[in-house]
């Protein structure tokens, strides 16, 4: 049984876990009851007790290559000792420049300018800012309205957060910025579902509605997931996303992908883009640029957007776009990214992903007819498992699981009534095995 003793193992006292506000979590029962990690390899954690734990989310779905990477820690180290910090604001440094070539060469083509940020987040609130900074320099100032949709997530920051769709995410601030949601595609006919669904294509036309609603003339941008992750591993119906984008085009309206998760091989090809055939005008990536070593994201546009900053940037030496971060393309992030692509195309982790879906989606599935699972979803190395929820306390079953799963050797990863499975692009069968039998021990035993 986990104790507290972790914490002492840390070499913390509970007094000293007083001082930090975690984030997205239940500090009081942490605190209480410390589950501490203190070192990775590959697809393991190894907790402040001595244990292995296997890491069956990738971290927070960024780790898809394995944690420690050795050829990612020597070009931080090397770069910590070259230059650690340069401004990026009127001064550039050759690893930003390198990077951003690299990135848009296996962007969806079309996708050619790289602006770094920090995080998903802070992806998510650029590309906001940059949509609506490009419909006034083309002259239609009015076009300053969002769509996301229900059950998304685009972040923590304020744009972001309007536009996403969690309810627990939106609750506790009141009114954030205004935006429209389209509904989540999550139906009970495509319950258990392997893949894309088949039913809700329909659920497209919605953003038709919301056209007619306001007029294409004050709508800049929808935002969307390729798949939601952190909302539950709500997927696609076949079609959606082309139809998604036809109306985009129809009523010039830019469609903005926030592939956070879905990119660097989780779904199978390079970003959710490719998997499933669309290419959106503006794409959010973070996490796996770096494979979560060193924070950092990057919003990628077209030529189009590009070329409307640089047209109407006034006197060369004149500021084209108004924004950005004290740590945009810091270089030690950049050399991080650098790696980690190296890392991604030497390795063949798209290869990976597909080579070990189908045993994944074969496994994760297996767990149907369990009492208390109401769904399973999956694609490409991504599965939701959906618990059903004790009234009023959606997450309290997930939660539950997840406590027993640390206590037998696994990390867990649940938001409100759905356990996500994202393992590393370089975990065995036998890891997935593994995960699939202290879940089925977990859920066996709940109430």
């Not at 931080?76 to 440094?93: C, H, I, N, R, T």
């Not at 206590?407 to 009534?417: A, M, N, P, Q, V």
Request: glycine letters at 10%; aromatic letters at 10%; a negative charge.
């Amino acid at each position: 049984m986990v104790t507290p003793d972790s914490a002492k193992a840390a070499g913390l006292s509970r007094a000293e876990l007083e001082a930090f506000w975690m984030p997205y979590s239940g500090n009081r029962q942490f605190k209480d009851n410390p589950r501490m990690i203190v070192a990775a390899e590959g697809c393991y954690f190894r907790s402040a007790d001595g244990r292995r734990v296997f890491d069956s989310c990738s971290g927070l779905y960024c780790s898809g290559y394995g944690h420690n990477r050795p050829e990612i820690a020597t070009a931080v180290k090397e770069q910590l000792a070259q230059l650690d910090y340069s401004p990026g604001f009127q001064f550039g440094q050759p690893k930003a420049f390198q990077l951003a070539n690299r990135l848009t060469s296996l962007t969806p083509a079309g996708l050619d300018y790289a602006f770094f940020c920090n995080s998903g987040s802070e992806a998510a609130d650029t590309s906001l800012k940059m949509a609506k900074a490009y419909w006034r320099l083309k002259g239609q100032a009015t076009k300053t309205r969002f769509i996301g949709r229900a059950r998304a997530y685009h972040g923590v920051n304020f744009g972001g957060t309007s536009l996403g769709g969690i309810s627990a995410n939106r609750k506790l601030y009141g009114q954030l910025a205004d935006a429209d949601h389209l509904s989540a595609t999550l139906l009970p006919e495509n319950a258990f579902t392997r893949g894309l669904p088949v039913h809700g294509i329909e659920l497209a036309e919605e953003l038709e509605a919301l056209v007619a609603l306001h007029d294409a003339s004050n709508i800049a941008a929808v935002i969307i997931e390729p798949y939601s992750g952190s909302g539950g591993v709500i997927l696609p119906p076949r079609g959606y996303l082309q139809r998604i984008r036809d109306i985009c085009t129809r009523h010039d309206i830019l469609l903005i992908f926030d592939e956070v998760i879905t990119g660097f091989a989780r779904t199978g090809e390079n970003f959710g883009a490719d998997a499933f055939g669309v290419i959106p005008d503006i794409m959010n990536l973070a996490k796996g640029l770096t494979n979560g070593a060193i924070p950092m994201g990057a919003v990628v546009a077209t030529p189009e957007i590009y070329a409307t900053f640089m047209a109407n940037g006034g006197p060369e030496y004149l500021i084209e776009f108004p924004h950005g971060y004290t740590y945009s393309a810091h270089p030690v992030a950049c050399a991080a990214g650098l790696a980690a692509l190296d890392v991604f195309e030497n390795d063949g982790m798209v290869r990976r992903c597909r080579d070990l879906s189908q045993y994944f989606e074969d496994a994760v599935h297996s767990l149907k007819g369990l009492p208390r699972i109401v769904d399973i979803r999956s694609f490409g190395l991504i599965a939701g498992i959906q618990i059903e929820a004790v009234p009023g306390e959606p997450a309290r079953r997930p939660f539950e699981i997840s406590m027993q799963a640390w206590e037998k050797g696994l990390y867990l990863r649940y938001g409100g009534d759905v356990i996500t499975l994202a393992p590393p692009f370089v975990s065995e069968k036998r890891d997935i095995d593994f995960t699939v039998e202290v879940l089925k021990a977990a859920v066996s035993s709940l109430d």
